[in-house]
């Protein structure tokens, strides 16, 4: 039986593995991820993501009682310069429901943006450019950690700047377009892990780069 010391001594990639096997072991499988849990208190990465996520989902007495009593925000820390509430967003990302979770994502940049966006839901690149750098950051490791770093910001603007800055590429690859078709919004975006790497969050792109491309320039990826 695996045992939380083994996972943590596993490399990165392993780790994603052994959590799947500890998932399916019941209690104690469910106990050693505990461990592992507390013993990487404070650390952001994808194997705590993926380890609060599976305790998360259990949903069984002892995993509810311990996330609420360890872990009562999640594995992220929820910051934000414009007291903004993550904790919805967190919920839905570690139930994988992608799809609430991709509109919930943008109504939050909306709060973040004023109450104007809010009024007509959608941004302006300016806003974007205004956004604080700790909120995206926010909003981008919850993507990250609770899809194994398939989803997020920083995954998406990886990806552009690997392309040379090539949107046409970048609709490719993260399967917003194929050839000179669009996918349509909501029925042929793909809601789970099977989507390419950099599927969500979405963005509009009917009304233009110019927002994204102030999002993937945003100095929180830098900083």
């Known amino acids: 039986m695996l045992d939380f010391r083994s996972l943590t001594s596993a490399s990165a990639k392993d780790q994603l593995r052994l959590i799947d096997e500890l998932a399916a072991a019941g209690r104690e499988g469910f106990d050693a991820l505990q461990a592992f849990l507390l013993e990487r208190r404070g650390s952001i990465d994808l194997a705590a993501g993926k380890a609060y996520q599976v305790l998360f989902a259990a949903n069984q007495p002892e995993t509810i009682a311990f996330l609420q009593t360890h872990f009562p925000q999640g594995v992220v820390p929820l910051n934000s310069d414009r007291n903004v509430d993550y904790w919805p967003l967190q919920q839905l990302l570690a139930q994988q429901e992608f799809e609430a979770a991709d509109r919930l994502t943008l109504q939050k940049m909306c709060e973040l943006a004023g109450s104007a966006a809010v009024q007509r839901k959608w941004l302006y690149f300016t806003e974007v450019e205004r956004f604080p750098t700790v909120d995206l950051q926010t909003i981008d490791a919850l993507w990250r950690l609770h899809s194994e770093g ?51 969050p979405l963005s509009n792109q009917l009304r233009g780069v110019r927002t994204i491309a102030a999002l993937m320039a945003h100095p929180a990826w830098t900083s």
């Open 150 to 200: 398939k989803f997020g910001f920083s995954v998406q603007r990886e990806i552009w700047l690997s392309t040379g800055k090539n949107w046409d590429l970048v609709w490719d690859k993260i399967g917003w377009r194929s050839g000179n078709t669009w996918t349509r919004y909501p029925q042929e975006f793909t809601w789970n892990l099977s989507a390419p790497r950099g599927h969500l």
